[in-house]
C-alpha cells in the first residue's frame, strides 16, 4: 500500500525536522519547504493526503498559501493543518474561514498533532 | 538552510543585534531594519524553546516579540528603557539556558518589567519607509479624490527569492481584485542590492473597509498618510547612465548600485563605450552620466573622453549641457585624474565606490533631487 504523503511548510528547520520526525514515525512520505511559494508550486504539481503549514512565513504567509491551496484544482479536499505561535482567536477564526482542518498553536508536541489528526482519521 | 538550530547561538545573535542597534541610538543611523531582525530572532527562540522543553520562559519571549513587533508595525517607538530591558532578557535567556525553566513567579516578575516600560502611541504621521516618486504621489492624490483610502503593507521576504520571483507573490493578485497598487519598494530590480532583512513595502488604495481588507490581506497592514509639508518625494526623471569598464567584478558590482537611479547600460571597452554612446545620441536618447575607467583595451578612457567632448563641440552642446562624465579611480591613479579633468571629466570617484558616492556626485551635478 502506498505510502501516505505530507507537505510541510515552515521557515524554521527545527520545526520541520520535528513534524518530520513524527510523520516518518507513523509511515508517512514527506516532502518539506522552507518558503510558502516554493511549498504552494509543489503542492500544485505533487500529490498529498495532508499539509502541515507554519502561518509565519516570508514571501508567502501560511494564510495566503491556504487561500491559494484551496482554490487549486481537484486538491481542495486535501486536509491543511495550520501552525502558529499566535493563539489570538482573529487568526484561528481566519484560518478556519479560509477551510484550515486544524489550528495548532506552537509549541507544539506530539500530542497536540494527534489530537489535531484524529478527526481526520490519517493516523 | 541547515538543520541544526543552536539556543545559544540565537541567544548570542540576539544580544549582538541589541548591541548593534543601541549603537545606532548614538550614531543616528537608520535602525528599521534591525528591528526587523530583532523581532525575527525573538521569533525564532519562541518557537525553539517550546522543543527544548524550555516552555516555561515563551510568554517573557512573547513579550519582548510583541514590543518590538509593534516598533516595526509603527505602532510604537523604541524607548532606552525597552533596549535595557532587551538586555536583561538575554541574561534572563541565558539563565534558563544553564539552569532550566524559570519558576511561574521568576516569569512573572519579568514580564511585569515589560508592563511597566508600556509601547509609546505612534505619532500620526507614519513614516513611509520609501520614497515615493511624483507620479505616485499623482495616484495617490487622485485615489483620494476618488474616496479610497491608501495603506501601507509590508511583507517579509527570504534571502532567496529572486528578481523573477518577486512578482509571481499571490499578493499581487490578492490586490489588483481588492483596489490598485500605488508604489512599491523594492522593484524586482532592486532586490539584489537590498542588505539585511529584506521588507516589501506596498502603497495600495481601495475603497474596501479595514474590515473588509482583513480578510484577504494577511500581512500587516495600516493607513498610510502623506505628511502635511510633503514626503521625501522626489520630481525625479530616472538617470540615463554608461558605465564603460572592462572589469567585471566592478561591472557588476556598478549596475548594483546604479540601480535605483535609473537605466544602466554597460560597456567593457571605450570603443563599445563610444558606440553606444552614438547610438544613444541618434536615438534622441544620450546618457545623462557616464563612469568611466580610465586603462581599458581597444579605446582607453582618455580617448574617449577626448573623443566624446570634440563631438559635443561639433554639436553645439556645451558647459552645462555637456553629459556628465567622472573617472572610476583608484587612490593611488590621481596623476591619471589630473589629466582626466584636464581633458574635461567632471568628477571622479575614487574607490571603493558606494551608493552613496554616486548619489553625492548625482546631486552635485544636479541628476538627483535633494533628500
Known amino acids: 500500500m502506498a505510502k501516505k504523503r505530507i507537505l510541510i511548510l515552515d521557515d524554521m528547520a527545527m520545526n520541520r525536522s520535528f513534524i518530520k520526525v513524527f510523520f516518518v514515525s507513523h509511515g508517512f512520505e514527506t516532502v518539506t519547504a522552507e518558503d510558502g511559494l516554493v511549498g504552494l508550486e509543489t503542492f500544485q504539481k505533487e500529490t498529498f493526503d495532508l499539509v502541515f503549514s507554519d502561518i509565519e512565513m516570508p514571501n508567502l504567509t501560511g494564510l495566503e498559501f491556504l487561500k491559494a491551496a484551496k482554490k487549486v484544482p481537484g486538491k481542495g479536499h486535501i486536509p491543511i493543518v495550520m501552525l502558529s505561535s499566535l493563539a489570538d482567536e482573529a487568526t484561528k477564526t481566519r484560518a478556519q474561514t479560509l477551510g484550515a ?3 495548532i498553536v506552537k509549541p507544539f508536541t506530539e500530542e497536540k498533532i494527534q489530537e489535531a489528526l484524529k478527526p481526520l482519521g490519517l493516523l | 538552510m541547515s538543520d541544526t538550530f543552536s539556543l545559544q547561538e540565537a541567544l548570542d545573535n540576539l544580544e549582538s543585534a541589541l548591541l548593534a542597534l543601541e549603537k545606532t541610538l548614538h550614531t543616528g543611523a537608520p535602525a528599521g531594519e534591525l528591528v526587523h531582525q530583532i523581532f525575527r530572532l525573538a521569533h525564532s527562540l519562541k518557537g525553539a524553546v517550546g522543543l527544548e522543553n524550555l516552555g516555561g520562559c515563551i510568554p517573557v519571549l512573547h513579550a ?19 533596549l535595557d530591558q532587551g538586555f536583561k532578557t538575554v541574561d534572563f535567556m541565558n539563565g534558563v539556558l544553564s539552569s532550566g525553566n524559570p519558576s511561574e513567579a521568576q516569569a512573572q516578575e519579568f514580564l511585569a518589567q515589560f508592563s511597566a516600560l508600556g509601547v509609546p502611541q505612534a505619532p500620526k504621521v507614519l513614516d513611509l519607509g520609501m520614497d515615493i516618486s511624483r507620479e505616485e504621489r499623482t495616484h495617490w492624490d487622485r485615489a483620494l479624490a476618488q474616496g479610497m483610502k491608501v495603506w501601507k503593507i509590508e511583507k517579509t521576504l527570504s534571502a532567496g527569492l529572486t528578481a523573477a520571483q518577486l512578482p509571481k507573490l499571490p499578493i499581487w493578485a490578492t490586490l489588483g481584485e481588492l ?15 537590498l542588505t539585511g532583512e529584506r521588507l516589501l513595502r506596498i502603497l495600495f488604495a481601495s475603497t474596501l473597509t479595514r474590515q473588509q481588507l482583513e480578510e484577504e490581506i494577511f500581512d500587516p497592514f495600516m493607513e498610510a498618510h502623506l505628511p502635511p509639508q510633503g514626503p521625501v518625494s522626489r520630481d525625479q526623471k530616472p538617470v540615463k547612465i554608461l558605465v564603460v569598464e572592462d572589469e567585471f567584478s566592478t561591472q557588476v558590482l556598478l549596475k548594483k548600485l546604479l540601480a535605483d537611479f535609473g537605466p544602466v547600460e554597460v560597456a567593457g571597452d571605450g570603443l563599445t563605450g563610444w558606440e553606444k554612446f552614438l547610438e544613444a545620441q541618434k536615438a534622441g536618447q544620450g546618457f545623462d552620466f557616464i563612469i568611466l575607467d580610465m586603462m581599458m583595451p581597444k579605446k582607453n578612457g582618455a580617448e574617449f573622453l577626448a573623443d566624446l567632448r570634440a563631438w559635443e563641440e561639433s554639436q553645439g552642446i556645451l558647459g552645462l549641457d555637456r553629459c556628465k562624465i567622472v573617472i572610476n579611480s583608484a587612490v593611488g591613479e590621481m596623476d591619471v585624474v589630473k589629466k582626466a579633468f584636464v581633458d574635461q571629466a567632471d568628477g571622479y570617484l575614487v574607490k571603493p565606490l558606494t551608493q552613496e558616492k554616486i548619489r553625492k556626485a548625482l546631486v552635485r551635478f544636479q541628476l538627483w533631487g535633494q533628500v
Open chain 2, 64 to 82: 519582548f516579540e510583541s514590543a518590538f513587533d509593534h516598533i516595526r508595525k509603527g505602532q510604537g517607538t523604541l524607548v532606552p528603557g525597552l
Open chain 1, 101 to 103: 482542518a486544524a489550528y
Open chain 2, 179 to 193: 483596489g490598485v497598487v500605488i508604489a512599491q519598494h523594492p522593484q524586482a530590480h532592486q532586490l539584489e542590492s
